[in-house]
């Protein structure tokens, strides 16, 4: 089956500094990845994503690489902020023939200011 | 645009009440979902609706029954609450299904079956 896992299931970063966080995916046949921000009491937010055809996209202050040859997958954060604290997921596109999304649980960003 | 709005916030039901979660969104999305998140894991889901008119399950959908009611609307149905659906829940929707689409999730409805 399918499985998107994450390597760290916490990270603290001091404010300023540069987040890293990581995923593991299983399923190579996978195009389609994507990172979401959970804050407390909120559902997933968008925050930026990134098909099989690149191996880096950038937005603002955030950039997603993949490494297809190690299913592998990151986000990292630019001088992270306090308002960066947040669990964040990365997703994968489910191979069933519907757009479902299959989450990995999670890691736990903690900004320290 | 309000996006994804979810109706209740939070409930609190019986070991074998039922309720029904509601779930909007004002997007024009032909998609919608349902996934529950339990604590240490990620989302897990439940049913979706590929169109308006189709329902399919998803990977848990034992105990819950849907409704696309119309375009805008999901609905997600527990007949006989267990304490093992206490959880919270996410409805999202995406522009269309079959392809790789992003999903935008509302705010959740947090269900405490004792």
């Known amino acids: 089956g399918e499985s998107v896992g994450l390597h760290l299931p916490t990270l603290s970063v001091q404010e300023g500094d540069n987040s890293i966080i990581n995923c593991a995916y299983s399923?190579?046949?996978?195009?389609?990845f994507i990172w979401y921000k959970q804050e407390s009491g909120k559902g997933p937010q968008f925050i930026i994503d990134?098909?099989?055809?690149?191996d880096k996209r950038q937005g603002q202050r955030v950039t997603v690489l993949l490494n297809k040859t190690v299913k592998h997958l990151s986000l990292q954060i630019a001088a992270t902020q306090p308002g960066d604290s947040a669990v964040y997921f990365c997703?994968?596109?489910?191979?069933?023939?519907?757009?479902?999304?299959?989450f990995g649980t999670g890691t736990r960003l903690t900004v320290i200011p | 645009n309000a996006g994804v709005t979810q109706t209740p916030k939070f409930q609190v039901l019986k070991t074998g009440q039922s309720m029904t979660l509601q779930c909007a969104q004002d997007?024009?999305?032909?998609?919608m979902y349902w996934y529950r998140q339990d604590p240490g894991m990620g989302l897990r889901l439940i049913y979706y609706s590929a169109s308006e008119g189709t329902t399919d399950k998803g990977e848990v959908p034992n105990g819950y029954n849907v409704s696309r009611l119309n375009k805008r609307e999901f609905s997600l149905r527990l007949e006989s609450a267990a304490p093992s659906q206490t959880s919270v829940y996410f409805c999202a929707s995406s522009e269309r299904s079959g392809g790789p689409e992003t999903q935008y999730f509302g705010p959740g409805t947090r269900l405490l079956v004792l």
């Open positions: 399923n190579s046949a996978s195009d389609y």
């Open positions: 997703a994968e596109i489910g191979r069933t023939g519907a757009n479902n999304l299959f």
């Open positions: 990134i098909r099989s055809n690149m």
């Open positions: 997007m024009n999305h032909n998609s």
